[in-house]
Structure formats: structure tokens, C-alpha cells
């Protein structure tokens, strides 16, 4: 089994191929786009948490927003560096290699706000750590959004249910983590609920929003679903649209984003 960091660096010379030309990836970051642009004021100082190859980074460039990419893979930088080069951001992204674990390579940094996409927190067990790290670094009442793979994805789950694979269906509750691949290496990752996050930051963020994704249609790497029934998808992905805030169906996605609001000194957010 592979480090996190070096499946990254492999994964990185095939991601955008394999991985970012997906519809359901390209739905997924249609969503939280959309959601980084409602929260944050044009023009904002941002801080990316495990950029990867720069997707997200590259989009708020093209909005004006201004933008300090992280990644703990040197690969992934790299990819992300010669992107923002090619477009002509220079001025508006900046890369770094830095992982979210360790955040004092920008200690005095002030930011209005911090965002983590494609279930980027759920290479790290310890998401008290990552509070601790990322709080000092976003500004009072600035915001952190994150993507989340869940703890209990409903597809994924009733998926292997029907193939009568009981170990698998519910390898996400596994409290040691369990084994994912990134690319065609296999990682140990941890899942989470909205609530685990919340409480994780809860010393220093308040949970302002939930919202589940992928909660009746398949996760992005269900290709052979998504090419043979396009219509049933689009219809899936409208309920999902109409119940992904709804408290229950919130937390059975094969992720969640959550919007939580950095504490005012001596306060609540």
C-alpha cells in the first residue's frame, strides 16, 4: 500500500484525464464552484487545501479571486504551477507545497477565507489538528467550505448489499479507516459525517450549511452507469438537487460539503 503523497504524485500524470473529464466530477465541481462564488466576495484572499491539479484554483483565477494553492504532493503542484503559468494567473494564484497538517510555512498569513475539495480532508484521520492549523490563518468571520466523502454513502452501500459483499458495504464505518485507490494505488482513508466535522471544529468554526452530493446517483467513478442511462441520471441528479440539504439525505451522499464560519474573538461566528 502506497503513502497518500506518493499515489498522489503517481496519480497526478493521469488525473485530469482519468478522473477530471468525468461527468459526475464535472457536476461535482459545477456544485461547489458555486458555492465557493456564493460565499466569498469577489476578490477575496483565499487558502486552497490539497489543490490538486489546480481545478478549482484555476476557476476562481478566471473570476478574480486571489488564491494560495496547497498540496502536500510535489506532483500535483507542479501540474497546478504549469497551468496557472499557461492561463496567465501568475498574479492571482500562487502554489506551495504545504500539507494541511502543518500550515506554519504560512504562519502570519491572513486570509478571508480557506476551501477543500474531493474529499481532500479524508487523507487524515485527525481533523482536530486540521481545525487547529487552519484557524489561525482565516480571518474572524471568514469562511472554510469543504467537499467530504461521507461515512455511509447510500449507493455505494445498496451496491454491494446486491453483489452480497457484506464487508464492503459498510467498510466506510470501519474506525481504523479503510483502503481506497487514488488512481491505481490503494491508500487507507477515513470517513466522516457532518457531525464529526462540525465537532472537530468546533473550538474555533460553526457549521453554517450542509449539503449532501451523490446521494441518489452514483459516485463520479461509476462510468458504466452514467454512459448507459443518461436519462435516469439526469433525473436522479434533480432529486438530489431537491432533497441535498434535507437533514437526513444530507449525510448519505458519497460526499458532503459544509460551510462552516470562522469564530469572532470571544464569540460565537
Request: charged residues 20%.
Amino acid at each position: 500500500m502506497f503513502s497518500a503523497q506518493a499515489a498522489f504524485d503517481l496519480a497526478s500524470r493521469t488525473y485530469d484525464e482519468s478522473f477530471e473529464s468525468l461527468p459526475g466530477t464535472k457536476r461535482l465541481r459545477k456544485i461547489f464552484s458555486s458555492l465557493l462564488s456564493n460565499t466569498f466576495v469577489e476578490g477575496s484572499s483565499l487558502l486552497e487545501l490539497n489543490c490538486g491539479t489546480g481545478t478549482d484554483a484555476l476557476m476562481l483565477g478566471h473570476k478574480g479571486y486571489s488564491v494560495l494553492a496547497t498540496d502536500f504532493s510535489p506532483a500535483m503542484i507542479e501540474a497546478t504551477r504549469a497551468k496557472v503559468h499557461r492561463e496567465g494567473l501568475d498574479n492571482l494564484i500562487e502554489t506551495k507545497e504545504l500539507s494541511f497538517l502543518d500550515l506554519r510555512g504560512i504562519s502570519g498569513s491572513l486570509f478571508d477565507g480557506a476551501y477543500s475539495d474531493m474529499g481532500g480532508l479524508n487523507c487524515t484521520s485527525d481533523l482536530p489538528l486540521v481545525a487547529e492549523q487552519l484557524a489561525p490563518v482565516v480571518k474572524p468571520g471568514g469562511y472554510f467550505v469543504a467537499s467530504v466523502m461521507s461515512d455511509f454513502c447510500l449507493w455505494e452501500t445498496v451496491s454491494f448489499l446486491l453483489r452480497g459483499n457484506l464487508q464492503k458495504a459498510f467498510r466506510r464505518a470501519q474506525t481504523q479507516g479503510a483502503i481506497a485507490s487514488v488512481g491505481e494505488q490503494a491508500i487507507r482513508v477515513s470517513y466522516f459525517s457532518p457531525g464529526e466535522v462540525s465537532r472537530a471544529f468546533a473550538p474555533y468554526f460553526e457549521v453554517k450549511k450542509v449539503i449532501g452530493l451523490n446521494i441518489l446517483t452514483p459516485p463520479p467513478t461509476s462510468i458504466r452507469f452514467y454512459k448507459s442511462f443518461p436519462q435516469a441520471m439526469q433525473a436522479l441528479e434533480a432529486l438530489d438537487d431537491r432533497i441535498s440539504t434535507m437533514p437526513f439525505f444530507r449525510r448519505i451522499g458519497d460526499h458532503f460539503c459544509i460551510l462552516l464560519q470562522r469564530s469572532l474573538p470571544g464569540g460565537r461566528a
